[in-house]
């Protein structure tokens, strides 16, 4: 017997709806049988891309851990949930004991965006761990544009995404969402919306050091040396400003007049010469954006991990408000979601409330930096990490300096890992605590569901019964462990997630601006329809939000019409005139010049060029960050671990196209093969993240250079801390060569 099932993809943002085959026999559990696009799904429409087909893989993968492992005489052995967690409690006491609660660590990796029990069990443990000790993938990724927006609209997650059905004019900087399906934006078939805004006589400009798949889709594609993007964003608003442009008056702003003084400053013809891009183009671009109705900007990791992070995700928001683009159809829109989250009480920026003890890198939005997280174990004294929860995450592939991160993390008392795999990270861990299969759970984007092409709504409960603890149980069994130092029964576990979801409903019915504010805590507590589980977040959010039923004062979403909508439920296109929503700074304005940015514009006096070759990042569809590489069907697919580089720099080394080559930086070298191409600009070396040279971690993974031993954790954008992947300085000779001078 066969049926059929909707699921939605959570391995990636595009959150792509599946239908699930599954094949069910009287004596036998169901299986997957195969995974399709799901055509009638409101949100993408029938996308799927070759993870997805996947998932049917990775769910049965031998590999996958379906059991919690132990280190015991060196070695890993499998051990029950019971002694797992007892094992955990024991040591994270004597850690807190002996050290206090600030040697305790919380790194919280990627999926953990995309699980909603992950990201609501695990923030219950880190909001109640005691310790500012909190790391993410974040800063190697996305923090220097929610740090922009948090200085800009006095919100982190106010974060605009093009209006693409709209727009005549999309420019895409450092970004390649032909390959992401959009990133910190929801836009599944991407590819056809881009068709169609070429069909209706838009324009597509990508602005980028290397050619991407985006790229070749576009009318025009400008090559940029690695972080010179902060230099391009000031002259496009110097030369908008010649061409009469001024700040739209309907536009709450303050601080606009510094801004505005600093680019006067600005020469086209060193900016020209900084960035790569000739004079006449950068003056054409300025054209083309005065010139269209609804241009909009748009910038993702290759303008957030680069030393500039933070001001050139400010100044792409800069140059959408003074085309009016921002905030109106076609332009740069907030999308909404059924969700809400209840606002934190005003207390000001989070940003650089305090400090990480040995460098003084600034906390932001509740954040210290991996780059400090290496330091923060090896250096001694007060407050130093000595355990470490890690969630989801694979810190010595995705982390900077990742040698000296891999010896840290061994002399930690305490590594406790929640991962389904053993991995290079979990690999050094004492405890292993398996993830849940991606069929086993729930899923609901509460994360990024405020970042999609398109407002809509949608859950997945699982497909089937879970076989082990859920991850939201297994993040409220590490908070109620790190809370009481015991490891909680049944009932004990069931009164902490009472707890819980108590705060949050008592935080809804304080937020002002949510419909809930001044009812009753018991009265919605009662009326949460499931009874246990994450589902009783969910369902609180969703009715709670703009087209909720408030818990009984209107018509509205409930979690149980999203259960009896498989297919989700359309809310409309995203809409313009937001803002007034969206701002919460004290006083409603918009700032364009928070003391945070007017420095570090000053700072760029002192931005010296980068010498030599500058590596850059990529990414493929069939890889996912530092895993997924294990999957025969993702990893046999081609060979994509391989050094790009420019056929004249080819030439100067004497590197012929496949020859295996050596990549030096200042803390590392690594060995990869050439592939000599125009895809990179002359002077720009291009190499994928997320790859491993172990060959002892998953045998059947396909290795590769890791990226991130070349990176150095002292190279960062100053405001966030964030690591500059980008523009990493290197030499590269043929491997013969190395050996003999290295
Ligand atoms: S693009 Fe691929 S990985 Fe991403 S959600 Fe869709 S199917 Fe999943």
């Known amino acids: 017997m066969t049926q059929r099932v909707h699921r939605i993809c959570s391995i990636c943002e595009a959150g792509c709806g ?10 036998a559990d169901a299986r997957v049988v195969s995974i399709r696009a799901n055509d009638a799904d409101v949100f993408s429409e029938g996308h799927v891309c070759a993870k997805g087909i996947a998932l049917k893989q990775l769910d049965a993968d031998p590999d996958r851990l379906r059991q919690p492992l132990i280190r015991d005489g060196g070695e890993l052995r ?17 850690v807190r004991a002996t050290h206090g609660p600030q040697a305790v660590a919380a790194y919280i990796g990627n999926p953990t965006a995309h ?20 790391y993410s993938a974040g800063s190697v990724d996305q923090l220097p544009k929610q740090l922009a927006s948090e200085l800009m609209f006095g919100n982190d997650m106010a974060i605009p995404v093009p209006d693409i059905q709209h727009t005549d ?5 450092g970004a390649n969402p032909a390959v992401s399906n959009g990133s910190l934006w929801m836009v599944p078939k991407i590819r056809d919306k881009l068709r169609a805004l070429h069909a209706r006589g838009g324009r597509l400009v990508v602005i980028d050091p290397r050619r991407t798949e985006t790229a070749r889709l576009a009318d025009e594609h400008l090559f940029i040396q690695p972080g010179t993007d902060v230099y391009l964003l000031l002259v496009l608003i110097k030369q908008l400003l010649a061409l009469g442009r001024e700040m739209p008056a309907r536009y709450q702003i303050r601080g606009w007049s510094e801004l505005k003084q600093t680019v006067q400053g600005i020469d086209l013809a060193q900016v020209s010469t900084r960035t790569g891009i000739p004079e006449a183009q950068l003056q054409a671009l300025a054209s083309t954006l005065n010139r269209a109705t609804s241009p909009v900007l748009y910038g993702r990791v290759g303008t957030t991990v680069q030393k500039h992070g933070t001001l050139v995700s400010f100044l792409i928001e800069v140059v959408n408000l003074l085309t009016g683009s921002l905030d109106r159809q076609g332009g740069a829109l907030f999308p909404e979601q059924a969700y809400a989250a209840a606002q934190r009480p005003s207390g000001g920026l989070q940003y650089a409330r305090y400090q990480s003890r040995v460098s003084g890198y600034p906390e932001v939005l509740g954040q210290l930096p991996v780059a400090a997280l290496a330091e923060e174990i090896e250096t001694p004294g007060q407050g130093q990490v000595r355990a470490l929860v890690c969630i989801a995450g694979n810190p010595v592939i995705s982390n900077p300096d990742s040698d000296r991160l891999q010896r840290a993390l061994q002399t930690l008392d305490l590594l406790v890992c929640v ?27 509460s994360f990024l569901g405020s970042m999609g092409w398109r407002n809509v709504a949608r859950y997945s409960p699982p497909v089937f019964a879970p076989t082990q603890p859920r991850e939201w149980d297994i993040g409220l069994t590490l908070g109620f462990i790190n809370q009481h130092g015991e490891v909680p029964d049944d009932r004990q576990l069931r009164a902490y997630e009472d707890e819980v979801v108590a705060g949050a409903v008592s935080a809804y019915c304080q937020d002002q601006q949510n419909p809930l504010f001044g009812r009753d805590v018991q009265e919605i507590l009662g009326a949460i329809e499931p009874e246990a589980g994450v589902e009783r977040l969910l369902d609180l959010g969703v009715r709670a939000g703009k087209w909720g039923d408030h818990f009984g004062r209107r018509e509205g979403l409930t979690l149980q019409t999203l259960i009896d909508t498989p297919n989700g439920v359309d809310l409309g296109e995203v809409r313009g005139g937001r803002l007034a929503e969206v701002v919460q700074t004290p006083d409603g304005c918009i700032d364009l010049a928070p003391s945070v940015i007017m420095q570090a514009l000053q700072a760029l006096a002192d931005d010296a060029e980068a010498p030599g070759l500058q590596l850059v990042g990529r990414r493929s569809v069939n890889t996912n960050n530092s895993w997924l590489h294990n999957l025969a069907a ?3 697919v081609r060979q994509v671990c391989v050094l790009e580089i420019h056929p004249a720099d080819a030439k100067r080394l004497e590197i012929r ?20 191409t125009e895809a990179v600009a002359p002077g720009v070396v291009c190499l994928p993240h997320g790859f491993s040279e172990s060959t002892d971690i998953l045998p059947g993974q396909s290795k590769g250079a890791n990226y991130n031993r070349l990176v150095s954790a002292s190279a960062i954008d100053g405001p966030s801390a964030t690591v500059a992947l980008n523009g990493v300085p290197v030499e590269v000779m043929r491997r013969a060569s190395a050996q003999t001078t290295g």
């Open 419 to 445: 991962d389904i795999y053993v991995n290079e990270t979990s690999g050094l861990a004492d405890v292993i605590l398996p993830g849940t299969s991606i069929f086993e759970d729930s899923h609901y984007d």
């Open 657 to 676: 196209d496949g020859e295996q080559v050596e990549v030096r930086s200042a803390v590392a070298a690594v060995s990869v093969p050439a592939k000599v």
């Open 634 to 636: 993702l990893n046999q």
């Open 18 to 27: 599946l239908e699930v085959e599954l094949a069910t026999t009287p004596d």
């Open 169 to 173: 004019c999309l420019v895409v900087i």
């Open 115 to 134: 699980n909603i029990g992950l990201s609501m069990g695990l923030g219950a443990f880190v909001r109640n761990m005691g310790s500012t000790h909190v």
């Open 78 to 94: 499998p051990a029950s949930w019971e002694e797992a967690f007892a094992f955990i409690a024991d040591r994270l006491q004597w």
